[in-house]
């Protein structure tokens, strides 16, 4: 049974086996030097110590072999992708082939698109959350618009029922029945960026398929944060950033997902790069186009190595530690979190993010009586770094890597005593 105590918040930090790993983060801090509260990696994760050593190997091999790097670095440039493919694989539980590390989040998302968003003049329209993440809608939005149709014709929201915030599977199901034979996509966030639900990605994926619709998956808050077994889940394809939950940098590269079934299919419409094409004779230069099998075939530059060391630093952490062993420390952490927040009085705050922890990861979006900005910023100068989403949601990620039992207690402390003053 939980305490409301700080007593037992240091107690769960000595019985948690990962708390050393804090160790391994640089924590932000205050003008007076005391480490803040950080409960946005969500938005941007903190960076790890080993960092700078990892870019700075690059930078030395750089200067000291210039070109010859891409082959004699210590880690050879050319290559640099796939030191990335086993960990990440092993992140969002798919098998390496169907996994890379490759330009930005909403622009694999377009790439992901271009194959597996194939429309005809009746079955064009594309599903997506209402709420989704802006830039998937615009995305998706644009996608509708470049193949000549009418957005608002062409885009159908699932939305949640009046009254309520989260998302329930019988209505996509209605929508299906009602307009599955115009579907040509389905494209959910894994994990909704203002709630914190986490869907059941099989479950949409095997409904999709049913009525013959590509699905896919923005896992941009799921990466790193909740067991994803995308490989399992039988989506045709997902796309995630690596700078929230995965720690790599402030718009660093992202990650790619193409189900294993479709990795030798040549076929398939992709653009495409001289990276895409065969290791063997991509140097040739007067080869035809011979596309690499797996995710590597959509492929189109050679990578930004800084970016990578960055995200290589933070995925040998979470290679040693697991996605598994991290995910039973968010649920024991987050579950700890909403028992101090119930404590304040749920006339007061009202969670929106679901109860089960098997449908959220370590994020809780917060919504307070009455409240508006000021509290979040009162939070922010009390030293808790959370992150404000309109009209009144505050959430706070507690994330297993970093965040401790006694980050959960003083960050619901802070606001209790800013809740008190107020009233």
């Known amino acids: 049974m939980h305490k409301a105590t700080l007593d037992y918040a240091k107690q769960q930090d ?12 640089h924590i932000p801090k205050d003008k007076n030097g005391n480490e803040l509260i950080y409960m946005t990696g969500n938005s941007l994760g903190l960076q790890p110590k080993q960092t700078k050593a990892y870019i700075n190997q ?17 880690n050879p440039w050319l290559a640099y992708h796939e030191f990335l493919t086993e960990s990440m694989a092993n992140v969002v539980g798919a098998k390496p082939i169907e996994v890379v590390t490759m330009n930005t989040l909403t622009a694999n998302l377009h790439f992901m698109m271009v194959s597996f968003y194939k429309p005809t003049k009746t079955r064009y329209k594309i599903i997506i959350e209402s709420d989704a993440f802006p830039s998937d809608k615009y995305a998706v939005e644009s996608q509708l618009r470049h193949h000549g149709f009418d957005e608002a014709d062409g885009l159908i929201l699932w939305k949640p029922r009046k009254n309520e915030e989260l ?8 929508i299906l029945e009602k307009h599955g034979n115009e579907v040509a996509l389905i494209m959910i966030g894994g994990v909704n960026y203002y709630t914190g639900q986490y869907f059941n990605l099989k479950r949409i994926t095997e409904l999709g398929h049913k009525y013959n619709c590509m699905v896919g998956f923005d896992c941009a808050h799921g990466a790193g944060n909740v067991e994803l077994n995308l ?5 045709d394809f997902a796309v995630w950033c690596t700078y929230k939950y ?22 398939l419409n992709r653009f495409t790069g001289w990276w895409s094409h065969n290791k ?11 596309v690499l099998p797996g995710a ?17 630093a933070s995925l040998d952490i ?5 996605i598994k062993k991290l995910t039973e420390k968010s649920k024991k952490l987050t579950g700890y979190f909403e028992f101090l927040l119930k404590q304040l009085g749920e006339d007061t705050i009202k969670i929106i993010t679901p109860v089960n922890s098997n449908e959220r990861g370590c994020q809780l979006s917060i919504q307070v009586l009455n409240a508006d900005k000021a509290l979040h910023n009162k939070l922010t100068e009390a030293g808790v770094i959370s992150d404000w989403r309109e009209p009144d949601v505050i959430r706070c990620a507690p994330t297993p890597l970093y965040n401790s039992f006694q980050d959960v207690y003083h960050m619901v402390d802070k606001l209790k005593d800013i809740l008190n003053k107020k009233n």
């Open 14 to 25: 000595e019985l948690d086996e990962l708390s050393m790993y804090r160790n391994q983060f």
């Open 296 to 312: 590597e075939g959509w492929q189109l530059s050679n990578p930004p190595i800084l970016s990578m060391a960055a995200i290589k």
């Open 280 to 290: 063997k004779t991509r140097f040739n230069m007067r080869h035809e186009f011979d």
């Open 167 to 174: 998302l329930r599977y019988e209505d996509l199901e209605t």
């Open 231 to 235: 490989h399992d889940s039988g989506a």
């Open 246 to 267: 995965l720690n790599s940098g402030p718009g660093s590269l992202a990650g790619c997902f193409i189900h294993e079934r479709h990795a030798y299919n040549k076929d």
């Open 58 to 74: 690059e930078l030395e091999d750089w200067a000291n072999l210039g070109v010859e790097g891409h082959t004699e670095a210590k």
């Open 318 to 322: 979470f290679n040693e530690v697991g």
